[in-house]
């Protein structure tokens, strides 16, 4: 099971004192954060991809990259990449290269972005969204499968004896998750390539995601994988802790009031009951975590949100400095314990590769298998 931390990239506002933060100051607040959350022994950083704002990310290979060279072990990821506006040669060779440069510890969130004037932004079109996520996606896996691509498509211009580089580090491309809040044919599309499916798991009730998470089950066993509670699933998350449920809900209270997504909509306590976000005791966050794999099944990715809304880094930082010391230990060993024994294990490099080593041992010691079926 991976823990971890992904960021949306806002510049908001800090409702207690009216500060708005610099672009300079977030970038440099994200990778402070990135590099508390290996310290605490987390497993995942991700940060998304946006092209507007009040978000500032809008190129996240070069801040990973950046953080790779400060980090050993932490898995880098994006949340999401824009498989619908961005160049899929573009994706292909960003990601090899992060790949080469951060060591392996390079994944990626593809998703269809959910802010319309970004289409049009890159010439693109908001109704053609699905159709360029499934021959984008196509095009991207030849990319990094095969040497030299010949290809044509309706979107973008035909490629001819092409070869993406560099290649994917030890041939082996970075591992792919499908994201989305609320598209099944996402779903459907991680279920065909026998990718991992991550649902945001933020701002809807639970049986939202029931419903994606479960359609991309069905279809990951559909198509020979293996069994549906066998598929690879990544959640998202949110909390804010104090040392007491009264201390949390009174210091987040003005920046959940305040924050552009939620703000000034339900109430604070009707927001905690009807979603995933935990606002509480160390106690509370690791009993509604929990209830996580109650309503999904057993998955193998929680990453958090933590530093959105305008909360100061120096408020951010201590909440992981909590969750590492009073919840991370305790939530990896209940997770760990009800994992079975045969659970697809979370994705890395590492195991990626060893795969690959058993696939072509499997053929080369069973050279006529192919032929006589």
Not at 50 to 78: C, D, K
Not at 338 to 357: E, F, I, M, N, S
């Amino acid at each position: 099971m991976q823990f971890g931390v992904f960021t949306v990239s806002d510049i908001t506002r800090d409702p207690t004192n009216g500060t708005i933060p610099t672009e300079k100051e977030r970038i440099d607040a994200i990778v402070a954060i990135a590099k508390k959350v290996e310290e605490i022994g987390m497993d995942v950083f991700s940060i998304g991809e946006h092209h507007n704002r009040p978000f500032f990310s809008s190129s996240p290979t070069t801040t990973l990259a950046y953080i790779a060279a400060q980090t050993e072990r932490i898995i880098l990821s994006t949340g999401t990449t824009l498989i619908t506006t961005n160049d899929p040669v573009k994706i292909a060779e960003d990601f090899a290269m992060l790949q080469h440069l951060s060591n392996g510890r390079t994944d990626l969130v593809l998703g269809r972005g959910n802010t319309a004037p970004v289409y049009p932004w890159f010439g693109k079109n908001i109704q053609d969204s699905v159709n360029l996520t499934i021959e984008n996606y196509n095009l991207l896996r030849r990319l990094w499968d095969e040497d030299v691509v010949n290809w044509e498509g309706r979107y973008r211009t035909p490629l001819q004896n092409y070869t993406s580089t560099p290649r994917p580090l030890d041939d082996v491309p970075p591992f792919v998750w499908h994201g989305s809040i609320r598209t099944p044919q996402i779903a459907e599309i991680a279920a065909y390539y026998g990718d991992g499916f991550f649902a945001n798991n933020i701002f809807w009730p639970k049986e939202h995601y029931q419903q994606l998470i479960g359609l991309y089950r069905e279809r990951y066993e559909h198509y020979g994988h293996g069994r549906a509670d066998q598929a690879i699933v990544g959640l998202g998350g949110q909390f804010y802790m104090g040392k007491t449920s009264q201390q949390a809900v009174k210091e987040f209270r003005p920046y959940f009031d305040n924050a552009p997504v939620y703000g000034h909509g339900p109430s604070l306590e009707d927001f905690t009951s009807q979603t995933p976000l935990t606002v509480g005791s160390p106690q509370e966050v690791l009993e509604k975590t929990l209830t996580f794999q109650e309503y999904f099944g057993n998955y193998q990715r929680q990453l958090f949100l933590v530093d959105h809304a305008g909360l100061p880094l120096k408020t951010v930082l201590n909440q992981l400095d909590m969750f590492g010391e009073h919840v991370l230990p305790e939530l990896r060993k209940e997770m760990e314990s009800r994992a079975p024994a045969d659970l697809t294990p979370a994705p890395t490099h590492a195991g990626l590769v060893a795969a690959k080593k058993a696939r072509e041992e499997a053929k080369n010691s069973h050279p006529d298998k192919g032929q006589d079926a």
